[in-house]
């Protein structure tokens, strides 16, 4: 909901002119997220984004919210961090 077009709070007129959005970013590949985290716990938080279904909000850890796309959202905001289009 922070991109809906008309309620979005990352599409108001403050923000606007702060923040780039970029539309499509690739994936970061399981082997690099694996140089920085231990594969207990990617794959803790994999299989618990996975039994989510919807909307649905389930609490990872004491202060960590996930829902069902968290998981593919961590792996593309991570990815971002190396991909650049030309």
């Given at each position: ?23 499509s ?62």
């Open positions: 909901m922070l991109l809906h077009p008309l309620r979005g709070v990352l599409r108001s007129q403050d923000l606007r002119s702060h923040l780039f959005l970029q539309p970013t690739r994936p970061a590949a399981l082997a690099d997220v694996l140089r920085v985290h231990e594969w207990s716990y990617v794959r803790r938080v994999q299989a618990r984004c996975e039994q989510l279904q919807g909307s649905s909000l389930a609490l990872l850890d004491g202060d960590t919210a996930v829902c069902g796309l968290s998981f593919q959202a961590a792996l593309h905001a991570a990815g971002d961090l190396t991909f650049r289009p030309t």
